[in-house]
């Protein structure tokens, strides 16, 4: 199938990476190695969980003045969409931090999920909601992020994951990627060699008609 859509991941895939989630945890009181954020707000009291999410805001805040993008974002995004072909961001930070990452930069989404929108990364929801908005199947969806979530997302929801090894744990994951990419306009190229096989599979059926 040829790829009619491409889903990022925000941060540390379009953004260059910022935060410090050992920081994070910290301020908020969790341990360093208490796994992820969201997943342990979900256990806390009312009055805890508000706390935390004081705190975690802040810190989006502040990683969105600060943002910057990934050599050749825009322009990778910018021909992705003169190609027709769909572009999602998907993201467990907050939908409008999302929207004004595009905004300040200049970044042509389609359309973005953020985790206000159903259930988070690694979970399939994301990948699924927006293959429904553009009207595209999974298979012919890549999703491109930074870290384990990402390919785990993909794969649930039968997408293609595509690995940026800028994490400085990328060598422990890789192997859940499809694709493994060490800058974002090197999508462009796994498009156009699926489209050559695409092409030299055609032609090879059609000698066998």
Do not use: W
Not at 18 to 40: H, T, W
Not at 61 to 85: C, M, Q
Not at 91 to 106: E, L, P, Y
Not at 172 to 198: G, Y
């Amino acid at each position: 199938m040829p790829i009619r859509a491409v889903v990022f991941d925000l941060d540390g895939t379009i953004t260059e990476p910022y935060f410090d989630f050992d920081a994070i945890r910290e301020e908020i009181g969790l341990p360093k190695d208490g796994g992820p954020i969201l997943e342990a707000m979900e256990h806390m009291t009312a009055q805890e969980r508000q706390r935390a999410e004081r705190i975690l805001h802040a810190h989006e805040d502040r990683a969105l003045a600060a943002s910057t993008l990934n050599p050749g974002a825009r322009e990778t995004l910018v021909a992705l969409r003169a190609r027709g072909i769909r572009v999602g961001v998907l993201t467990r930070n907050r939908k409008q931090n999302a929207q004004a990452i595009a905004d300040k930069h200049g970044l042509p989404f389609d359309a973005v999920v953020g985790r206000e929108d159903g259930p988070v990364k690694p979970d399939a929801f994301g990948v699924r909601h927006l293959c429904r908005q553009f009207d595209v199947h999974p298979a012919e969806t890549l999703l491109v992020g930074d870290y384990l979530f990402d390919l785990q997302c993909a794969r649930a929801a039968g997408a293609i994951p595509v690995l940026i090894t800028n994490h400085p744990h990328a060598s422990r994951f890789a192997a859940e990627a499809d694709f493994r990419i060490a800058q974002l306009s090197d999508v462009l190229e796994i498009i156009n060699e699926k489209a050559r096989c695409e092409s030299r599979q055609a032609r090879e059926e059609g000698t066998h008609v």
